[in-house]
């Protein structure tokens, strides 16, 4: 069966960096999308980022873009999210997700999160 396993969250200060990792084993990475999510205390869950691990295409939600990074690594197996200058507002869980393999067209900014398989999440906490 298919996991997905985070790691690298923490405590930072604000204007710090994280990379968060997302090792993946029972299912390759590569033709498919892969995301991370993120919810914070007391709101929904918002997609951070998207990435066609074949067309390499991205996505990035308007609070993270210019500051976050989504990147694959196919002979680890491994998503990774780099986040650099965080605000206190990025304070949340963080969660990855691969989708089932899926044509190199696939805007994978619209693949709805209920077609995604889910890691358990690791905390991210930025203080201001």
């Given amino acids: ?5 985070e790691s690298g969250g923490g405590s930072v200060q604000a ?3 994280l990379r968060l990792s997302c090792e993946v ?4 990475i590569d033709n498919r999308c892969v995301a991370w999510f993120r919810q914070g205390p007391g ?9 066609h691990t074949s067309s390499k295409r991205t996505y990035y939600a308007e609070a ?5 990074t989504i990147s694959q690594d196919n002979a680890k197996n491994t998503i990774f999210l780099e986040m650099n200058i965080l605000k206190a507002e990025d304070t ?3 969660y990855c997700a691969a989708g089932r393999p899926s044509p190199v067209t696939t805007n994978c900014g619209t693949q709805p999160p209920g077609t995604y398989y889910w890691g358990q999440g690791t905390q991210v906490t930025v203080s201001s």
């Fill in 1 to 5: 069966a298919q996991q997905l396993v």
């Fill in 15 to 17: 204007g710090g960096s």
């Fill in 92 to 94: 949340a869980m963080y």
């Fill in 64 to 68: 993270v873009k210019g500051r976050f």
């Fill in 43 to 51: 709101q929904e869950r918002e997609g951070v980022a998207t990435l």
């Fill in 25 to 28: 084993s029972g299912i390759p």
